[in-house]
């Protein structure tokens, strides 16, 4: 039986003088480079990707080593990247091997269980997958300090200390072992929400307030994400259950939460609802791109450079202390 073999793949796009170290669209090229390797590729954004690479070693008649190093020179010489790859017999392995590696530079981790013993044993224990600073900090209270010990450490006594399930998992981590596959995985083409209101609504006001508070939902999941829209779609929903839609496409690709507010509200107009019996509202922001496919328009009105300003901070503040940290006056009462 063929041994598996992962390739961890992080591509160093901070050093390309992009914003934050992403750029979407060079993102996309590179994935498409791996996809030239292998189908079983699970983009790992902003920079990082997992290569299921076991059939591919026949086909390119090399071992994962040879194959990473051809990786890493393709994506250098068509893009400009550099690359840090890691393999191993599992993406665990591999993308601790990542994390070892120096940048630009390729580790390949064998899959004997001596090879993989002598590299897991001495590593702190944080540097286990799914190990975060709290059960970290509890294992070093135990006097569990690397992956060594706690692979020493009978699984029972792992479970009292986490628990049934997460001490198992751990125990068998710490030996090695991941069995999670490499899944292609293609990013969502469009997001949603939707508002249901406490009963039958008839007041415009607070339709709008609905609008108003899923469009700006939708701008914080669309910047988070690095994406934008080309269209909005909202869906009413009455109270006999019918629904009525409108669709627009928007005047540019865009994830700036005034511009779609401005285009739910003309959807919301052009439905012509006076007082009709609303019991939900839902808005879809469709056909999404990578934010580099946003054009802003020049403008000579400063408001509007404040406002992207202002959101920007905004969304700082959000991603630290969640999102109804900040939001418009309007929805302060919702």
Request: glycine share 8%; net charge positive.
């Amino acid at each position: 039986m063929t041994e598996r073999q992962v390739l961890r793949i992080h591509c160093h796009l901070d050093d390309q003088g992009y914003d934050q170290g992403y750029d979407p669209e060079l993102y996309e090229r590179l994935i498409e480079l791996l996809h030239d390797f292998t189908p079983r590729t699970q983009a790992l954004p902003p920079a990082d990707a997992d290569c299921d690479v076991t059939g591919a070693l026949r086909y390119f008649r090399t071992d994962p080593y040879g194959l990473a190093q051809l990786i890493r020179m393709r994506a250098l010489a068509l893009y400009g990247v550099a690359t840090t790859i890691g393999s191993g017999p599992n993406r665990m392995l591999a993308a601790m091997a990542a994390d070892a590696t120096p940048p630009g530079e390729v580790t390949h981790l064998g899959p004997e269980p001596e090879a993989i013993a002598a590299f897991l044993r001495p590593r702190p224990v944080g540097a286990l997958y799914g190990v975060g600073p709290a059960v970290a900090t509890l294992l070093v209270r135990h006097g569990l300090h690397t992956v060594g010990a706690v692979a020493d450490t009978p699984v029972g006594t792992l479970q009292r200390l986490l628990g049934r399930v997460q001490g198992r998992r751990l125990h068998e981590r710490a030996h090695g072992l991941d069995d999670r596959p490499v899944t292609p995985l293609e990013p969502a083409r469009s997001l949603g929400a939707e508002h249901s209101f406490a009963h039958d609504e008839l007041d415009p006001h607070r339709h709008r307030e609905a609008v108003l508070a899923l469009s700006e939902h939708l701008g914080i999941r669309l910047r988070a994400e690095h994406r934008v829209a080309r269209r909005l779609t909202l869906t009413v929903r009455y109270a006999d259950r019918s629904t009525t839609s409108r669709g627009r496409a928007l005047p540019e690709p865009t994830g700036h939460g005034p511009a779609l507010t401005r285009a739910g509200y003309d959807l919301y107009a052009s439905l012509g609802l006076q007082r009709a019996r609303v019991r939900g509202i839902g808005l879809r922001a469709e056909e999404l791109r990578p934010d580099a496919y946003a054009t802003v328009q020049l403008s000579l009105d400063p408001a509007d450079d404040r406002a992207r300003r202002i959101e920007s901070s905004a969304d700082r503040a959000r991603a630290r202390f969640g999102e109804t940290a900040v939001r418009p006056a309007t929805l302060a009462r919702r």
